[in-house]
């Protein structure tokens, strides 16, 4: 049997992230998209995935925060992982000084808006900016909204929590060893292409995929043109295989 491919869904986010993928490629392997529960830190978050998935190698894509999880998946054991695909996604810790706190302000006020008004009102104000422009007010983003819904504030604490702790894989980057490949929506004001653009230059023999016409939430604005980068990832020869 092939392999199993792990689907690391972000912030918030569930198995309805990776719907497409899961159709197109379910038909060929196990498609595995782990739920981090109420962890609270992105080491516990990827210890998580370890434990759920079948003790074989596995193909790893992570979105968003679930990019950060599938980095710390290959610090831990790197001999499951047989290749990766990071999307929109982020390697350095929390910025120090003012950017630094301005994050941690801005991900509590949201917090608060979720307490106290609820996932959907709180979801209104945060998801125009992970989509294209033209997305918002779009099915796409009223999918996104019914996701974060689907969600709660507790969970929502602990995963930013994990974030606001997050490691920094600065270092981590040019010790990958399997084949890589990061993707980025060119609209991503979340996750910026240029970020992306030197997470590529660092792992070694990394390949980089622009999604046209995409904001942050790349596998659900443009899921054809993320499947079909996936596919080529797939194609990929790995040694050991």
């Not at 074989?56 to 610090?75: C, K, N, Q, T, Y």
């Not at 000084?97 to 917090?111: S, V």
């Not at 270092?171 to 990061?182: A, D, E, G, K, S």
């Not at 904001?215 to 020869?237: K, N, R």
Request: a negative charge; aromatic letters at 4%.
């Amino acid at each position: 049997m092939t392999n199993p491919l792990v689907l690391l869904p972000g912030l918030l986010c569930d198995n309805a992230v990776w719907i497409e993928q899961r159709r197109v490629f379910g038909k060929e392997r196990p498609c595995v998209v782990p739920d981090y529960d109420l962890r609270s830190s992105i080491t516990s978050m990827a210890e998580q995935v370890l434990a759920v998935v079948p003790d074989v190698r596995f193909s790893l894509a992570g979105h968003s925060m679930g990019g950060r999880v599938a980095l710390e998946v290959i610090r831990i054991a790197p001999e499951r992982v047989e290749r990766l695909a990071l999307l929109d996604t982020g390697y350095q810790s929390i910025a120090e000084g003012e950017a630094g706190q301005k994050e941690r302000e801005e991900r509590g006020n949201l917090l608060r808006v979720a307490q106290e008004k609820g996932m959907w009102a709180m979801g209104e104000s945060w998801a125009p900016g992970m989509v294209h422009p033209e997305a918002v007010d779009s099915r796409v983003f009223a999918e996104i909204l019914s996701m974060i819904e689907r969600s709660s504030p507790e969970r929502f604490e602990a995963q930013i929590s994990a974030l606001l702790n997050r490691p920094d894989a600065s270092t981590q980057l040019r010790q990958i060893n399997v084949p890589t490949m990061v993707i980025c929506g060119r609209q991503d004001a979340w996750s910026p292409l240029a970020r992306h653009e030197v997470m590529s230059e660092a792992i070694p023999g990394a390949c980089l995929r622009v999604i046209e016409d995409s904001g942050h939430m790349t596998t659900m604005e443009q899921p054809v043109a993320v499947s079909a980068a996936l596919g080529e990832w797939l194609d990929w020869t790995v040694e050991g295989a």
